[in-house]
Nanobody, 123 residues
């Protein structure tokens, strides 16, 4: 089974930028979706940005225009560029891959997860 390893998290001030990377993430014939999710303390895990096997990207409304998801099959890497960060973006960020067809925003269709990386944005 593919292992996903996130990196790039850290602490920044509001308005700053971070780039998250997920090693081991590669679209194969059995991959339907790949995505970045986040979970803040006391909240449910939510889909932040996803990309499907056709290359269609989707973003949660609160990050549109600020975050960009990209995937490089040659490098087995999924990235999330995060600009204009806000304190409400503070969470643990996870990358994930799904071999199940469905709504790419639903965490329960993903069967491979990374260990998560902390992102903290201070005001």
């Amino acid at each position: 089974q593919v292992q996903l390893v996130e990196s790039g998290g850290g602490s920044v001030q509001a308005g700053g930028s971070l780039r998250l990377s997920c090693a081991g993430s590669r679209f194969t014939s059995s991959t339907y979706c790949m995505g970045w999710f986040r979970q803040a303390p006391g909240k449910e895990r939510e889909g932040v940005a996803t990309i499907d096997r056709d290359g269609t990207t989707r973003y949660i409304g609160s990050v549109k225009g600020r975050f960009t998801i990209s995937q490089d099959n040659a490098k087995n890497s999924l990235s999330l560029q995060m600009n204009s960060l806000k304190p409400e973006d503070t969470a643990i960020y996870y990358c994930a891959a799904s071999q199940t067809a469905g709504n790419c925003y639903l965490p329960n269709i993903y069967n491979t997860w990374g260990q998560g990386t902390q992102v903290t944005v201070s005001s």
